[in-house]
T-cell receptor, first 115, second 115 residues
Framework: EAQVTQNPRYLITVTGKKLTVTCSQN?????MSWYRQDPGLGLRQIYY???????DKGDVPEGYKVSRKEKRNFPLILESPSPNQTSLYFC??????????????FGPGTRLTVL | AQSVAQPEDQVNVAEGNPLTVKCTYS??????LFWYVQYPNRGLQFLLK??????LVKGSYGFEAEFNKSQTSFHLKKPSALVSDSALYFC?????????????FGRGTSLIVHP
């Protein structure tokens, strides 16, 4: 089954404790992206990647890191989480052909609480 | 630059009545347009997209959307709403002309269908 998986689905942590949210897709998609969803603000893009070893900042990259060492995986790293990073996070992937992304497939979400 | 607006935070409709969720966009050239739906505690799911061709696009779950170039709109419609259609709906746009190969999402519209 074609899917995007994220782990963990729920996480409660404390300020400053490094954490990683994993994302994996099995569709051989070139493009992967991380979003955060907050009430009243909709979806905001954090980072995206066009292919292996190619990453770029989205609209709200501060406090986050990513890496793309393999095509299928795109982990989101919070080196020193703060309470304002409490949010619902989504990973997404899509084909990237002829310079364009297509329909995105989203993971189930990770609800992060930073105390 | 590309942008998308969903002017209504919430739409209320009675079951069996037609529904419309509004979306307007701004691009330099021609748009790719998408609708996604998010059910409670789930990730976003693709509903339909407009690339080219017929202005009326049919998608999943009986939804359709009408592309109107003169009004720069892409409203989502369904002839007869179901309670199970209650969800958060996102419109997204990408400019075909280049400059941005990544879609921009609207803030989302909460659709509530009353029994």
């Amino acid at each position: 089954e074609a899917q995007v998986t994220q782990n963990p689905r729920y996480l409660i942590t404390v300020t400053g404790k490094k954490l990683t949210v994993t994302c994996s897709q099995n569709m051989n998609h070139e493009y992967m992206s991380w979003y955060r969803q907050d009430p009243g603000l909709g979806l905001r893009q954090i980072y995206y990647s066009m292919n292996v070893e190619v990453t770029d900042k989205g609209d709200v990259p501060e406090g986050y890191k990513v890496s793309r060492k393999e095509k299928r995986n795109f982990p989101l790293i919070l080196e020193s989480p703060s309470p304002n990073q409490t949010s619902l996070y989504f990973c997404a992937s899509s084909l990237f052909r002829q310079g364009h992304t297509d329909t995105q497939y989203f993971g189930p979400g990770t609800r992060l609480t930073v105390l | 630059a590309q942008s998308v607006a969903q002017p209504e935070d919430q739409v209320n409709v009675a079951e069996g009545n037609p529904l419309t969720v509004k979306c307007t966009y701004s691009v330099s050239g021609n748009p790719y347009l998408f609708w996604y739906v998010q059910y409670p505690n789930r990730g976003l799911q693709f509903l339909l997209k407009y690339i080219t061709g017929d202005n009326l696009v049919k998608g999943s779950y009986g939804f359709e959307a009408e592309f109107n170039k003169s009004q720069t709109s892409f409203h989502l419609k369904k002839p007869s709403a179901l309670v199970s259609d209650s969800a958060l709906y996102f419109c997204a746009v990408r400019d075909k002309s280049g400059g941005s190969y990544i879609p921009t999402f609207g803030r989302g519209t909460s659709l509530i269908v009353h029994p």
